[in-house]
Structures are given as C-alpha cells and as structure tokens.
Nanobody, 124 residues
Framework: VQLQASGGGLVQGGGSLRVSCKYL????????MAWFRQAPGKGREFVSG????????YYADAVRGRFTISRDNAKDTVYLQMSSLKPEDTALYYC??????????????????WGQGTQVTVSS
C-alpha cells in the first residue's frame, strides 16, 4: 500500500484548505485511515480518523468543529477539509493507513503505511 498526500499550502488565519490522501495498491484490505500532524520540535499528533465504511469519524479536541474528514472508497481517497485555520495548525500533515483495524486508532504506532507528508502553513 502506498499513500500519496497532496493539497497543502499557505493560507491566512481563518481560511480553509483541503488535503487529500490517495491510497494505492492491489487487493487493498479494508483500511482505517487517519491524519496526523507534526510541528517543528513536537511529536506526531493525531488529528482525525475515519473508519473503512466512513460511518465513524474521530477528531482531536483541537480541531473538532473546524476540520472534517471524509473518504471516497471508489476513488481510494481520504480528504481532510480544514476551516477556520489558526497559526497553531501549522504543521506537516501525514496520512496513515492501518490494515489491522476497521476503526482508526489515535496513536501513530499501529499505522503501518504513511504518506510523505504535506505542509500546511497558516499565517497570522
């Protein structure tokens, strides 16, 4: 399984941005997907996760109500729509896939597959 993240960029505070993650591979298992982020000098933190069916979504407290995760399994793509962005949202955003669980977990350890990261920078 390969993950390709895209859509990062520079945005002013209060603005919106959508990042995408396409998962590639043959005979793909049912993948729980998640977004993590890592700011300079900090650890990788959970942002949001979505179950294989898309019926269950999870958010970190810091982004709940501002970010929305979704997926289109027909396009093998997961999206993270980010609104009301703040400077503290600035980070490298990684998508991750866990083939062992249909429900996303909130720590990075269980995730076997990772995208390359896409930079999101929010100016004040």
């Amino acid at each position: 399984v390969q993950l390709q993240a895209s859509g990062g960029g520079l945005v002013q505070g209060g603005g919106s941005l959508r990042v995408s993650c396409k998962y590639l591979g043959r005979n793909l298992p049912q993948l729980a997907m998640a977004w993590f982020r890592q700011a300079p000098g900090k650890g990788r933190e959970f942002v949001s996760g979505i179950s294989w069916s898309g019926e269950r979504t999870y958010y970190a407290d810091a982004v709940r109500g501002r970010f929305t995760i979704s997926r289109d399994n027909a396009k093998d793509t997961v999206y993270l729509q980010m609104s009301s962005l703040k400077p503290e949202d600035t980070a490298l955003y990684y998508c991750a896939a866990d083939p062992e669980s249909a429900i996303p977990r909130m720590t990075p350890g269980p995730y076997r597959y990772w995208g390359q990261g896409t930079q999101v920078t929010v100016s004040s």
